[in-house]
């Protein structure tokens, strides 16, 4: 059965450094969406792509976070410095599209900011 | 106040066992209504999608839709071990998922 691929699965960094996360979607899907998902609560989008298009990003915080989706294909958020309230999980998922179809959501990468 | 509150739990039942799972919300907006289930150190699976109000059967599982009072269940016949998890609810007003709003889960444990 495919699955969203995310990696790492753990990071562990000092405030002030930088991270990145990877993503690769289930092939064939054409929407792809970050969410940060803090200990003990639901998670929150911060990004929402439509093939290499964003198509939501209200809540991202553009001062420290990007994300990109070159080719449409797979996608990385960065963050940039990291700060001690970003220790979080961050889960990927994708979706065949915009309107009605089911998110398949990936493992998560859990951050530590120390 | 939060849009969509859920019980917090956490909850433990003994095996067999009838499970209810609740949510209430305050935007009437919504019109889309999912269950996931999370296992630990796992991303969110989708059990449950239901649109609008009525009740929504799959198996063991029965979905609630209350939109009159703003108040959504999840029922767990027979409830097994392998149910133990975070179950959130989530909710948004149209199609696009990227719109939905999440419930900080209910932790619920299935003792055997």
């Known amino acids: 059965e495919a699955e969203v691929a995310q990696s790492p699965r753990y990071k562990i960094t000092e405030k002030s450094q930088a991270v990145a996360f990877w993503c690769d979607p289930i092939s064939g899907h054409a929407t792809l969406y970050w969410y940060r998902q803090i200990l003990g609560q639901g998670p929150e989008l911060l990004v929402q792509f439509q093939d290499e298009s964003v198509v939501d990003d209200s809540q991202l915080p553009k001062d420290r976070f990007s994300a990109e989706r070159l080719k449409g294909v797979d996608s990385t958020l960065k963050i940039q410095p990291a700060e001690l309230g970003d220790s979080a999980m961050y889960l990927c998922?994708?979706?065949?599209?915009?309107?009605?179809?089911?998110?398949?959501f990936g493992p998560g990468t859990r951050l530590l900011v120390l | 106040q939060k849009e969509v509150e859920q019980d917090p739990g956490p909850l433990s039942v003994p095996e067999g066992a009838i499970v209810s799972l609740n949510c209430t919300y305050s935007?009437?907006?919504?019109?889309?209504f999912m269950w996931y289930r999370q296992y630990s150190r796992k991303g969110p699976e989708l059990l449950m999608y239901t649109y609008s109000s009525g009740n929504k059967e799959d198996g063991r599982f029965t979905a609630q839709v209350d939109k009159s009072s703003k108040y959504i269940s999840l029922f767990i016949r027979d409830s097994q071990p392998s149910d133990s998890a975070t179950y959130l609810c989530a909710m948004s007003p149209g199609a696009n998922a990227g719109k939905s709003t999440f419930g900080d889960g209910t932790t619920l444990t299935v003792k055997p």
């Open positions: 935007n009437s907006a919504f019109q889309y």
């Open positions: 998922a994708s979706s065949l599209g915009l309107a009605g179809e089911t998110q398949y």
